[in-house]
């Protein structure tokens, strides 16, 4: 089974790294940032929101060009609100309703980069996954609890949209004889259990203004039963609203995310236990305020003209071929391998009496190398390419150049080993079957040593993948989902 090993699970590029430009739109304030590909933020600004929508617009244009560099590749915006991903457009919201501004054309046009544009807790929930909260989780939800409420779902590592705008999880109902929602219909979880209602619960026990989550907390843990009451009263909707959800779409866990995740975790967390047949781990998110934004960056690296290539690497006899194939088979990917270039010459210059020896053998196999990147250079953008090669073979700096050079903007590596002993015993058994030039059984214990010392390249995520068990087609898939994240 492929497991990854240590390291940032995000995309990486040769050369110069690719960043992104974040935006978050809260009924607050709208945040912009720069942002790596690692997630690390690079700069930042951020302007008060409002409910004029054409406002809106020009205050993000004025944050986008504080943080803008000639190195942003791509803007992400999350909007609060209906989004169709695959239109680019937005169907409505809530507080601030972006759905009559022309937003994408409008950022497009100011600052000539490709705009993605989704739902804000859908881009929280692409970086909590990554970077946050939800890590090494594949089946997630996340509910952002601010001014409303957001919602985000993510199905074996893939942002659930439904038919444009799944996931407007604030408007699950959870009380039929609940106070109206801007959606519509009474009794919705966010008129109930966001910040706005959480005021409205303050104001109404004669607290005094500004009273925070945070300090009914310290008082409820304290034996104050009217903050006990008044927490329970905002997080019990919001328990039932989870509830419902768990059973519907069967989460690992539930991310509570926005300016009071924090509180609204630790408020369900007081609740008494309930005893039923659907579970799911309920956790505060871990990026804060910045999860919007860098999700939103995330996304639109994501989003770029693409080409990606899946290195499957390994020594000789490692087991690349069958892995190549397999992941091949389970996602549609064309693989190209090294021997799939080199043998056909080796079989006509053999034919044609042309002696072939080891060093002969090597020097093909550079130009095999270099034929397999000018081919990837030639396909269109958002090809994915699988190349089957023991790219130890060469310096890791011609890598680095043909991978540039070829417009690859995305490598992830699948790291094929099995034990030394195993690998020898594999190349001597395929070694009478090999080609004229390639090493013959006599290189197996040559072989075995290298075994022991290699290391995967590194230029992107690695998925270490042990050889000795054969992988099913359920391995495949997440191997292929794993990828894809």
Known sequence: MAAPLPGPAVRAQPGAKPVAIGIDIGGTNLRAARVAADGTVLARARAASTRDPAEVLARLVALVAEVHTPAVAAIGVGVPGRVDFARRAVLGGGF?????????ETIEERFARPVVIDNDAGMALI??????????????ALLTIGTGIGGGLMEDGRIVRGRAAAGQLGHIPVDPAGPPCLCGRPGCVEPMSSGTALGGLIRAAGL?????AAALLDRAQRGDRGAQGILAAWSGPLRRAIGALVASVDCERVILGGGLGREAAAAVAMLPAEDCWYHATIVPAELGDDAGIIGAALAALAGRGTRRLVMVNGVPASGKSGIARGLSAATGWPVLGLDTIKDPFLAEIGAAGVPIDRPFNRVLGRASYRALFALLAATPEGTTAIVDAWFGFQPRALLEELIEAAGITEVVEIWCHAPPAIVADRYRARAADRLP??????YAAELEALADQAR??????VHAV???????SADFAALAAAILI
């Open 456 to 461: 995967p390249i590194g230029l992107g995520p």
């Open 437 to 442: 030039g390639h090493p013959g059984p006599e």
């Open 466 to 472: 042990d050889t000795e068990a054969p992988l099913d």
């Open 96 to 104: 601030v309703d972006l759905s009559a501004v022309a937003v994408v």
């Open 208 to 212: 005094l203004e500004g009273t925070t």
């Open 127 to 140: 970086a909590e996954a990554r970077l946050g909260a939800g890590r090494g989780a594949r089946h997630l």
